[in-house]
């Protein structure tokens, strides 16, 4: 692991920090972190592996687990579950398709599970909720809604409301898109570290170790979807280079799955063409291949 | 497995054939044949297992070996690995990607690799090296082509056409649209038993079984690619039910791999509305909870 | 006039009014009225003439006027001059151009050029600016906003809020969103009866009678976009069969000009399928041919 | 005239001839050509009125008016009437037609129309019929095919032939591809000088001058296809521009009609960024300016 960071650190491409909002776009792109926890429960870090960061779409892969919980299949009726062939925040294929996102994953599928957590209640108790998730799943209370990251996502975020009212004007949004949105916003804008966030994915690895939040058949579904859909429109990459199951986010964070071995989470805020962090793929196309964790 | 033959064929449901050529459209669609190949090399089939049928689609996974056997990653510079989020034929998305198909397994990326493969030569000694790789893989020299078939899809291959004209306008053809159609549709028309493509498939699972003709580098690699795109637009889907690499064809079979544990065929000629057999998804989705062979 | 009225009645299929909000869809379809202004300034009418209907998209006819007024050709940055390929409320093909749309007569173009009129200022003034400039076109002061229609447009608007957002994701709106859309949705509601709206319609056939409101090349202009743009994708079909500009809404009016000859206001509440008059467009071909008033 | 096309000279930028075929591409930019035909049947011509240039699209006008008088109003059946909002030979929206091409003017439309001309017969028995009407309607039998144009437009006609196959697919072409598509590459490489175009537009005019090859209403209609869609996408901004109907191609040439009034030939063959001819584009707007000529 140590020996990978000093690896990783050696090339000095490093990608570019997303942009849209300031707080993303001011970070130092040159930080890298790691963390393993493997089934028996040890955790494995290097690197800048207690640096909090927004953790952004990766927070997808709780909500989808929330809201699957909440309202079990029929949340499918909503979304689709197909990788999205367009462009992460693409209007277009929505359009397309009726107004039924492709998959929980891309923003306007992530945007309809966040609203069918919500279900009339008010932001804050979905957010409550929320975030009592993933520090159940993480086994710490120290993680927090970066307010002053909500609150420039909200003022950026005319792409995300387009969304929203699209969605509403399909009949595919139960409450109102300010709601719905701000909530979002606010759950995307959760920090952590990649000690807190590999622990917080060890339910998905379904092993012994960590808290038993979902049944081993939906662990498994959630896998199958970050493999499909995961990594945007490099999720085919991603599978085909690194081939495990992986959730990332434009702060630079990969949630990835090794099922029955290993939860990592990768930080690096410099991101690849697709999005996603270019040092963090890296990292983990490397540390899948040297210890054969490939599920394929 | 006889039990599962027997469970599918009292649900009276069993899909639609293909219908743009006649030699698929006639087929009686009540028929069913599984054959499961162990990494110990044993055979257990079920069904029809000796009835050939056409395995269209599913030879791309072969094509697609050979392929990269040849031109090696150079391969990837004509065509992506991402999943395609249209319908399996459109020419939209292709458009839409300046000529360059978005994977090996949709038509459009399916005749670039068999472009590939023709490289100049006669399509008759392109057919004969698939034809080998074929038979190699599955220790059987009684595979054979359909003339009937292959005249067919010729004569009704209008898309097809289209789409190689479209790949020659952007400069992504390297021999003339007729030839390496002529060769496209040839090896579509391959006929097999569900027990001759669960042997030509045990290479996948990169075992102790069968003749050895790839790295397992670039098995997993294909494995991932049958995971992410190997359905058309059911990709999501399958790996969301199903959770194994497959690789279905408009004739009704399938092509699923468990890495390192099993080889399986399926065939049943009615359809979903993705274009993928119904039955044999069914089946496989059945085999694979009760086998806990879900790689997720 | 009266013989078309007649004739036009006895055919018992009025078409069906626009449906999105209320006000508009419990309208009684079996409604019509013309007025025809010519040159020398006599009105001529038949049918319901002085009965007032929602204008809607008719009035971006009068705020592209106004917006030129402002801004000249500087528009033409924000906003293109071709037919739209899709249906008028697409977004598609905003995200296709980048945000620039089509032209100013869909409903994302007729947004821009609402921003542009609003330009800082309170929504009520901006109102007032084009209310004014409508009476003043049309020689009265009885012309109105009907708040219970804007109302209605602003619950039920999520498609143009979607639009809004999405423009000004793509940095081309100036206010905010709702402002602009408060200034839209409150100058589609404004009634007006046919004779009203014929003699607002004067300044475009650019003759002797009524006031002067462009250059005669700005009007021109203005009624070479009605042709190519006004009747959304039925744009082609009314300049192949009526051959006179025009601009059509979804309350059922539709303002048409002969350069230099008449300004002509039709009503018929029910629509054909590309969302215009169906009678109303019924009776300008009958009159256009009858009266040899193609422009080509 | 001689004015004109003075100060048209004395603007250095002369645009880029089309590159798709040799032929075309090493065409000499900088020449201009001008020819009027007046209601009294008087010729004015400026510049190189006596050369030749390839017609290409501009014979749609020719076909589209053959077609018709051959299959009447039965042909828009096969083709619609609408502007097309994308690239003039975009295959994207036929599909998203149904394999209706939006209009006879954009390729997919033309290659349906000369099928329609086509009708089983022979190529060369269609193309008589072709040619004798130009030559009919130009009073001259000096008009011939180029057969070097036509030849390199078919071994350069990949995304021609994926068109004509992709219609076939939808059964929207009556004849083999390569018999439909044999006859529009050589209409379209029908040869001609300004004078001879402008001499055969005259029937457009449907003045007292020329030979009387369509009906009123027919011509008026056609007229009124040509402002709607007779520049590709940059249709609206010639409309927007100039003001009169009108029909480009490739090779540089424009075919524009005052009716009643005149008959206009203007050909240059460096190209705008819509692939109209640039110098003609700005000799029709100064022309049209000049003699008050814009139908609106």
């Given amino acids: 692991m140590s020996e990978l960071d000093a690896d990783l650190r050696t090339d000095a491409n490093w990608g570019t920090p ?21 089934a028996d429960g040890k955790i494995h870090s290097a690197g800048d592996s207690d640096t909090r960061f927004s953790v952004q779409s990766v927070t997808k892969v709780f909500t989808l687990a929330i809201a699957l919980g909440r309202s079990g299949d029929q949340l499918w009726q909503r979304v689709s579950r197909e990788p999205s062939g367009l462009a992460f925040n693409s209007i277009v294929q929505l359009e397309h398709e009726g107004g039924r996102p492709r998959n929980p994953f891309i923003n306007a599928g992530a945007i309809v599970t966040t609203d069918e957590i919500l ?12 975030v009592q998730f993933i520090r159940t799943a993480a086994g710490s209370d120290d993680i927090h809604i970066n307010e ?47 000690t807190q966030l590999a622990m917080a994915g060890r339910f998905l690895m379904d092993a012994a170790t ?7 058949a939906r662990v498994r579904r959630l896998n199958a979807l970050m493999l ?8 085919g990459d991603f599978a085909y280079r690194v081939g495990i199951p992986g959730k990332s986010g434009v702060g630079g964070g990969i949630l990835a799955i090794v099922p029955g071995t290993a939860a990592i989470a990768v930080w690096s805020p410099g991101l690849n063409r697709y999005g996603n962090s270019l040092k963090g793929t890296e990292a983990l196309a490397t540390l899948a291949r040297k210890m054969n964790w490939s599920i394929f």
């Fill in 228 to 235: 499909t859909c995961g990594h945007y429109d490099g999720s």
């Fill in 148 to 194: 002053a990251v909500a609150a420039s996502e909200t003022a950026h975020g005319h792409r995300n409301f387009a969304l929203a009212h699209f969605l509403a004007s399909f009949d595919n949004l139960k409450n109102a898109p300010e709601m719905t949105l701000g909530t979002y916003f606010h759950h995307c804008a959760l920090e952590m570290t990649t």
């Fill in 119 to 130: 279900s009339g209640r008010a932001p804050r108790d979905a957010l409550a909720e929320i």
């Fill in 18 to 38: 997303a942009s849209y909002i300031p707080e993303l776009a001011r970070v130092d792109p040159a930080q890298f972190a790691i963390t393993v926890v493997t």
């Fill in 210 to 216: 960590g808290p038993r939040l979902l049944s081993t």
